[in-house]
């Protein structure tokens, strides 16, 4: 398999009727991500509402209540879209040190010359770890060595595997992006296993543990098991089919967290539901 070629890796993170804009030096950085939804809304004037944060959905008979500090709407069917970026999963622990989650760190350059352990195996845990190799005395932690998948796999042939309902488990846990890859080759860093005496001595602890989906405000509904997900059927819920999930991972649609991957349950999600309010 050959690597994409890099001004083709936007294109594949697009969202459905325009294609996310090259980005010449490789992988899309967050800023050209957010111009990019940002020019997406008004492109097609969509009628977004901002800041709103939703506290709570009920029954309210045949129709269903969303409560908000910005007022309560009332729908016949509510799709849940809060994903799984907004719950970081920060480990209880008591440290001397100063402890972050990967949503708080921004740049290297602010930890140059300290002690810094950076805990997760995944994705998150190498890049941030190669990003401060050069500048900070490092130590990585995993619970397992990293597993690093092929050097030619990259985001899009991942997207293929989990839209074709492949596990890609069995490649690997880390993709080897260049500033990994460059890391890793040149000896940057090592993983090492949990470590309670390295960690009281840091710091600063990084925490690259991964995030928990943002499902609070479904709580009075009373759909979750005892994972914390609810069941459904597609994207709908089972004991509640007027409220439908979309964008929570693999058991709301394959690849369903990504941009692209998105795009086909939500038009899935949106025949249903038209189907069922036509008269």
Not at 29 to 56: C, G, I, N
Not at 60 to 74: A, I, N, P, Y
Not at 135 to 160: C, N, Q, S, V
């Amino acid at each position: 398999m050959e690597l994409a070629a890099p001004v083709l890796v936007a294109r594949h993170s697009s969202l459905p009727g325009w294609p996310m804009p090259s980005f010449p030096d490789g992988y899309p950085t967050a800023q050209h991500v957010v111009d990019y939804l940002t020019a997406y809304e008004k492109r097609y004037d969509l009628p977004v509402h901002r800041p709103v944060q939703v506290t709570s959905v009920i029954r309210d008979g045949d129709r269903m209540l969303v409560h908000t500090d910005s007022g309560t709407w009332s729908a016949r069917h509510v799709i849940s879209a809060t994903g799984t970026w907004w719950r970081p999963f920060r480990p209880l622990l008591d440290l001397p040190g100063r402890q972050l989650h990967t949503v708080d760190y921004r740049d290297p350059l602010e930890f140059a010359g300290q002690r810094i352990v950076v805990v997760g195996g995944g994705n998150s845990g190498a890049q941030i770890a190669a990003d401060l190799a050069p500048h900070a005395e490092l130590t990585w932690m995993t619970r397992r060595p990293p597993r690093y998948m092929p050097d030619e796999i990259d985001g899009k042939a991942l997207f293929d595997i989990a839209t074709r309902r492949g596990s890609v488990s069995g490649l690997g846990d880390i993709v080897a992006v260049p500033p990994v890859r460059e890391a890793r080759d040149n000896g940057l860093f090592m993983a090492t296993s949990m470590d309670v005496e390295a960690l009281s001595g840091a710091d600063v602890v990084v925490w690259c543990t991964g995030f928990r989906p943002a499902l609070s405000h479904l709580s009075p509904l009373r759909l979750r098991d005892t994972d914390g997900r609810v069941a459904v059927d597609g994207t709908t819920a089972v004991d509640e089919p007027r409220l439908h999930l979309l964008g929570y991972g693999g058991w709301t649609g394959p690849a369903s967290a990504t941009l692209i991957g998105v795009g086909p349950t939500a038009k899935v999600t949106v025949a249903k539901i038209a189907a069922t309010i036509r008269p």
